[in-house]
């Protein structure tokens, strides 16, 4: 089983540009059996899908959010993050990192996720 | 945009069975997995596949999927299954998520 932690700040302001890090262990992020994503639940609503990144680079988005949103992957650190700009209050909540299961896509899951991070957007 | 339709809360006895149901058009044409989520943690895998059981998960988890409807049963409940319960699915590019519904077990 591979372990994920979130780490970055729990407090920013608006306007300005989140970073969290997802440092994984227990297994490669350079695994071409995965995806590596960020999911996200707002105070009392449900889990939104930010995107997935491959141990490539190649990234896909939440068309939602797609405008605002960057993924990186640093394999020498076994990390991979999340920046998401132009930060509003509607941004507050607890960010998760996740491994896929599966890269069938059809078939898509996550298997393993971080403890999460809680992030508050203050004005 | 794909919607997932998820019952708000649920509630169910102690040792009684509970199923919880997730709609979505020809929701049956896709493949559905289950999250079990407690105040606090992190979510849980408790089916995938539709009625795939990840290791760990007790026999006692069960999901199935036909037509729209798409069910996670619980059998046997137990006082550790009162949780938020999510399913999720992959359609046009996209993970998507349903409301998730709240188990309360009294």
């Known amino acids: 089983q591979v372990q994920l932690q979130e780490s970055g700040p729990g407090l920013v302001k608006a306007s300005q540009t989140l970073s969290l890090t997802c440092t994984v262990s227990?297994?490669?992020?350079?695994?071409?059996?995965?995806?590596w994503s960020w999911i996200r639940q707002s105070p009392g609503k449900g889990l939104e899908w930010i995107g997935y990144?491959?141990?490539?680079?190649?990234?896909y988005y939440n068309s939602s959010l797609k405008s605002r949103v960057t993924f990186s992957v640093d394999p020498s650190r076994n990390q991979f993050s999340l920046n998401l700009a132009s930060l509003t209050a509607a941004d507050t909540a607890v960010y998760y990192c996740?491994?896929?299961?599966?890269?069938?896509?059809?078939?898509?899951?996550?298997?393993?996720w971080g403890q999460g991070t809680l992030v508050t957007v203050s004005s | 945009s794909y919607e997932l339709t998820q019952p708000p809360s649920l509630s169910v006895s102690p040792g009684q069975s509970v199923s919880i149901t997730c709609s979505g058009d020809?929701?049956?044409?896709?493949?559905v997995c289950w999250y079990q989520k407690r105040p606090g943690q992190s979510p849980v895998l408790v089916i995938y596949?539709?009625?795939k059981r990840p290791s760990g998960i007790p026999e006692r988890f069960s999901g199935s999927n036909s037509g729209n409807t798409a069910t996670l049963t619980i059998s046997g409940t137990q006082a550790l299954d009162e949780a938020d319960y999510y399913c999720?699915?992959?359609?046009?590019?996209?993970?998507?998520f349903g409301g998730g519904t709240k188990l309360t077990v009294l």
């Open positions: 996740a491994k896929t299961g599966t890269l069938d896509l059809p078939y898509l899951y996550f298997d393993d």
């Open positions: 227990g297994g490669s992020i350079s695994s071409a059996n995965y995806y």
């Open positions: 990144i491959y141990y490539s680079g190649n990234t």
């Open positions: 020809k929701l049956g044409q896709k493949f």
């Open positions: 596949k539709d009625d």
């Open positions: 999720q699915v992959w359609d046009s590019s996209h993970v998507v």
